[in-house]
């Protein structure tokens, strides 16, 4: 399976400023996404990472505040933008092959805090 | 809209058997998925399905009826070290992404 590295791995930061996670995978891998989860909730998809053009966003979520860009099939990056407190939460880059049982694999998630 | 239910919490002792349910509605579906998160962890995948059945992997079996949007994870011969967070997700066929269920604490006592 992919081995997924996500950078930083947790970090603190002032409201109104920008925070950008990386997510490197040591393989091309299809598909690639952006999970939320706060502390003891659930996995909640921001966004769908596509190679060469611009992330497709689910609900509630949108690119002013969350540009992701996936330059190739190994790389992408989230940026939370300025931030708030509310924002404070775990953030997941997960992948996976996209076709038939190919299931997801996950980054090991950035904790972020917001004071 | 779409929504995974799950129990939110589950416990059991050590050596017994138990069942973790979730029940689905989704625009669209291409399989069932479990995931176990260990606290502090990442989600890790545990197994998936796509047709109508029991799946078994070792300890743990998946099993899916589409006609009544539900699937189940059992866990059989229960250790502390599966005491996790465990997380069904439906793949949504047409864009690849997956929807994760509200997830279930299970707590294994000694």
């Known amino acids: 399976s992919a081995v997924i590295s996500q950078k930083p791995s947790r970090d603190i930061c002032q409201r109104g400023t920008s925070l950008t996670i990386q997510c490197q995978v040591d393989s091309q891998v299809t598909m690639m996404f952006w999970y939320r989860q706060q502390p003891g909730q659930s996995l909640t998809l921001i966004a769908t990472a596509n190679q060469g053009s611009e992330a497709t966003y689910e609900s509630g979520f949108v690119i002013d505040k969350f540009p992701i860009s996936r330059p190739n099939l190994t790389f992408s990056t989230l940026t939370v933008s300025n931030m708030s407190p509310e924002d404070s939460s775990i953030y997941l880059c997960s992948v996976s092959q996209g076709q038939g049982k190919s299931p997801l694999h996950f980054g090991n998630g950035t904790r972020l805090t917001v004071t | 809209g779409q929504s995974l239910e799950q129990p939110s919490e589950v416990t059991a002792v050590e050596g017994a058997i138990v069942q973790i349910n979730c029940t689905y509605q989704?625009?669209?579906?291409?399989?069932l998925s479990w995931y176990q998160q260990h606290d502090g962890g990442a989600p890790t995948f545990l197994s998936y399905n796509a047709l109508d059945g029991l799946e078994e992997t070792g300890r743990f079996s998946s099993f899916l009826s589409r006609s009544d949007s539900y699937g189940y994870l059992l866990l059989q011969e229960l250790q502390m070290k599966d005491s996790a967070s465990y997380f069904c997700?439906?793949?949504?066929?047409?864009?690849?992404?997956?929807?994760f269920g509200t997830g279930t604490r299970l707590k294994v006592l000694a």
């Open positions: 989704t625009s669209g579906f291409y399989g």
């Open positions: 997700a439906v793949r949504d066929g047409g864009s690849y992404k997956y929807i």
